[in-house]
């Protein structure tokens, strides 16, 4: 299956009429962006969004940045920094070429030329996608922590930081100290409030080296919100192997994704922006209502069949769907619980419900349940306890939450309903898993003990028992009856 020629900029012309490629010539483009954290998202969003913008504004070039491994550099660099994107559905796939990621840099093998890179003052955009725990914040708080391994160590030896907060505020403190203005920070990942939560982290991480470095990155620096959404499930050999076929090109690292794609910036750029509008990004003056929206709605009901499903024994988040029980359960936690505590003046909600069940259903993705169960203790906060925090104000009941965020606890227990040892990747594993065996698994204690975990849970839940009480009951319903058995009650 594998073709002898590589994809790169003199294959571009041998391609079929009908895979895109640039409308550009990428040799002509200039950096204007760096982003940290070039993984399969990053280059099915943004990096596509910029691929259309370079054909009429060419100075905004993505230079990219790996915070950890070398390899995807090392597979891109052999092809012209080229890589296909694959747009699957029930429908086919499409192909295209996306140009617009001029070099990669890997932070640990060389951070001084990262940091120039981050230091040119023709870069006026730093966005990142380094995941949930990359921000080395507490996720109940959304402050920065300071005994986070990363920060210990960057703040032994601040001037070749190996953080994402860390590289942030040393080129922000060369940029001040070279009187080049500062670039504009463009958190992309999945936490609330992105903007303020970043700006907050890096200001409390750069209050930690020097007050007057703080005052700077709190006045001085903008921090721009996004939401952004689009489905990218982990490229696998068979993807790869397909799309090489299709491509008649070796791609040794493309990218698959759903047709569905759509990012909301907050207009907060005082050192200049590309107009995002002009290739479909929503300019907004106010992104949280829209984060809050996609991360309670798409996020909390994906945690949820990750969780369920994986327990159920459905390896990806279409064939979990295909089970009528979890549509409906899935339908009512949105219909019934979330949406209820959103307010979208000028949005259709249930339109929103509808697409995103759509889009869960898309058979071509296989977008693995073990996946997204990944990270829960970081993930946890943002999709579930935000929407349970508003129902118990509202003295409503949250029995779909709660069955969700017991799924957590069981699939955390690291073992599966067979017995068999479950995969859990998450910062919290070990403690998580030491936490069960010392339960004896037992659900009461179990969900006691989980609960009582402040860094996920906060100090505000613990000691309410309309949240304890749902939780634990669908907890040992969970051990009772299944995963499967408690989603058929719970949609019943
Ligand atoms: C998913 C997200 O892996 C996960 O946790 O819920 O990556 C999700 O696919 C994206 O946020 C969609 O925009």
Known sequence: MSSEKRLSLNALSGLSADIRTPAYDPRDVKP????????????AHQAVYIDDLLANDPQWGIVGASLRRADMRDAL?????????????????????????????????????????LCDPAIRIVS????????????????????????????????????????????LRRRRDANTVPFTVM?????????????????????????????FVERD??????????IVPATTDRDTAEITAALGLNDAWPVVTEPFTQWVIEDRFPTGRPDFAAVGAEMVSDVEPFERMKLRMLNGSHSTLAYLGYLAGYETVSTTMADRNFERLIHALMSDE???????????????????????????????????????SQKLPQRFLGTVRDRLAAGAPIDR?????????????????KGAAIEVKDPLADKLRSIAT??????????????SLGEVFGQDLRDVPEFSRPVTRALKTIFERGAAGAVEAAAS
């Open 32 to 43: 204007g962006i760096v982003h940290l954290g070039v993984g399969a998202f990053h280059r």
């Open 438 to 451: 010392e339960t004896g698994r037992d659900p009461e204690r179990l969900a006691s003990a989980y609960l």
């Open 77 to 117: 660099k052999a092809q012209d920094n080229l890589y296909t994107v694959a747009v699957r559905s029930g429908e086919g796939t499409r192909l295209r070429v996306i140009g617009s990621i001029g070099s990669i840099h890997v932070a640990p093998e060389d951070p001084e030329t990262l940091l120039a890179a």
């Open 128 to 171: 990142l996608t380094v995941t949930e725990k990359g921000y080395c914040h507490d996720p109940a708080t959304g402050d920065l922590n300071a005994d986070h391994p990363d920060i210990r160590t960057d703040l032994e030896n601040p001037r070749a930081p190996t953080s994402a907060p860390g590289l942030l505020v040393e080129a």
């Open 187 to 215: 958190p992309c990942d999945n936490l609330p409030a992105n903007g303020p939560t970043v700006h907050r982290i890096i200001t409390q991480y750069a209050s930690l080296l020097n007050e007057g470095l703080a005052r």
């Open 338 to 376: 979330i949406m209820p505590t959103l307010d979208m003046p000028g949005t259709d909600l249930g339109a929103y419900r509808d697409a995103l069940i759509a889009r869960f259903h898309n058979p071509a993705l296989k977008h693995r349940t073990w996946q997204i169960a990944m990270d829960g």
């Open 401 to 417: 939450l709660a069955l969700g965020i017991a799924a957590w606890m069981r699939y955390v227990t690291g073992t599966d309903e």
């Open 221 to 230: 620096v903008a921090v721009a919100g996004t939401m952004v959404d689009r």
